[in-house]
């Protein structure tokens, strides 16, 4: 059974940074591309950054490139996501997604026959 469970969300201030994780678990057929959503209130869910099953490709929204970076532990069924320079425009619950059958572009441009985390809060306020 295919598990995914975040972890490090919270408040943080304008500015400040935090780091997801997302440990998978239940994957006995390779390593799934990997990433990370997230959803507002009263908005759509939008993907935030995908990487590759391997780490060797990644895509970013554009309005997160340069202040977040997604990377994967494989040995550790893990995938993080390092959220620097916080705006509040980034609150939102962050739902972690893995695909065994989409490459990390597909999943990050449809989000379709992927596997979902139960999501975690991060509030940017001061």
């Known amino acids: 059974q295919v598990q995914l469970v975040e972890s490090g969300g919270g408040l943080v201030q304008p500015g400040g940074s935090l780091r997801l994780s997302c440990a998978a678990a239940?994957?006995?057929?390779?390593?799934?591309?990997m990433g990370w959503f997230r959803q507002a209130p009263g908005k759509e869910r939008e993907a935030v950054s995908c990487?590759?099953?391997?780490?060797?490709?990644?895509y970013y929204r554009d309005s997160v490139k340069g202040r977040f970076t997604i990377s994967r532990d494989n040995a550790k069924n893990t995938v993080y996501l390092q959220m620097n320079s916080l705006k509040p425009e980034d609150t939102a619950v962050y739902y972690c997604?893995?695909?065994?059958?989409?490459?990390?572009?597909?999943?990050?441009?449809?989000?379709?026959?992927?596997?979902w985390g139960q999501g975690t809060q991060v509030t940017v306020s001061s």
């Open positions: 239940g994957f006995t057929l390779g390593y799934p591309a």
């Open positions: 990487i590759s099953n391997n780490g060797g490709s990644t």
């Open positions: 997604a893995a695909s065994l059958l989409n490459t990390a572009q597909v999943m990050c441009d449809t989000g379709y026959d992927s596997y």
